[in-house]
């Protein structure tokens, strides 16, 4: 599985042969979805410190759609996936695996909707 998911699901549309525009909307739909679910689970830290939760996004580029962190959220990577003195927190990979389905379920939609 790719970094956040979408891309492996665009790949996916690609291979279904819909419209370009169809699929971004698909996914960026569903993207939006994620990062709803994302934000809450996303760790806070002390007070007054810059949040990872309040730089976080979703990326609509001419191929792709990504959920990505700010440069100030560099952080966000130790966090998920953990160091030699922190436990990885995988909340990233959680939510997404939790909401898989609706976020399949989005995109399906979207597509019957947008091709008929």
């Known amino acids: 599985m790719s970094e956040n998911g979408f891309e492996d699901l665009a790949r996916q549309l690609n291979q ?3 419209d370009k ?3 971004q909307e698909s996914l960026k739909q ?3 979805f994620y990062l709803e679910q994302l934000k809450p689970s ?3 830290w ?3 410190m810059h949040h ?3 730089d976080v996004s979703v990326k609509v580029n001419d191929d792709n759609v990504q959920v990505i962190f700010g440069d100030k959220s560099y952080y966000w990577w130790f966090v998920e996936n953990g160091t030699s003195k922190q436990r990885a927190q995988h ?3 959680n939510t997404l695996e939790q909401n898989k389905n609706k976020i399949e379920q989005i995109m399906a939609q979207k597509i019957e909707r947008m091709i008929k």
């Open 46 to 48: 002390a007070k007054g």
């Open 16 to 18: 279904i042969k819909i």
């Open 42 to 44: 996303i760790p806070t």
């Open 21 to 23: 525009s169809v699929a």
């Open 91 to 93: 909340f990233a990979r």
């Open 52 to 54: 990872a939760k309040n």
């Open 30 to 32: 569903a993207a939006d």
